[in-house]
Nanobody, 125 residues
Framework: QVQLVESGGGLAQAGGSLRLSCAAS????????MGWFRQAPGREREFVAS????????VYADSVKGRFTISRDNAKNTGYLQMNSLKPEDTAVYYC??????????????????WGQGTQVTVSS
């Protein structure tokens, strides 16, 4: 299993940037596909981005494509979500997730069995 801890959330103005980090414990992070999801109040958890174990392939939700970038540094056991051109509708709790031995990206929450506690991102207009 992988334990995940997100950081880097906070308050940003529309048009601004934030970088979220997801620190993983254990030696299996490099064997795990990783994803970012978000949940706004009163809404279901939604997919944001996913990246393969080796970082060579990624996929994004249409709502963030061209603005957000997912990456990972397996040597540091850390994943990242760079968020640029933020919009008020990006306001949500952001969660990182991982699934050991998953060989592809995934947009489906049920494909992941390790989740962080979440970090709040608030974008003001």
């Amino acid at each position: 299993q992988v334990q995940l801890v997100e950081s880097g959330g906070g308050l940003a103005q529309a048009g601004g940037s934030l970088r979220l980090s997801c620190a993983a414990s254990g030696r299996t992070f490099s064997s795990a596909a990783m994803g970012w999801f978000r949940q706004a109040p009163g809404r279901e958890r939604e997919f944001v981005a996913s990246i393969t174990r080796d970082g060579t392939s990624s996929v994004y939700a249409d709502s963030v494509k061209g603005r957000f970038t997912i990456s990972r540094d397996n040597a540091k056991n850390t994943g990242y979500l760079q968020m640029n051109s933020l919009k008020p509708e990006d306001t949500a709790v952001y969660y990182c997730a991982a699934r050991v031995f998953l060989r592809r990206t995934s947009t489906i929450p049920d494909d992941y069995d390790n989740w962080g506690q979440g970090t709040q991102v608030t974008v003001s207009s």
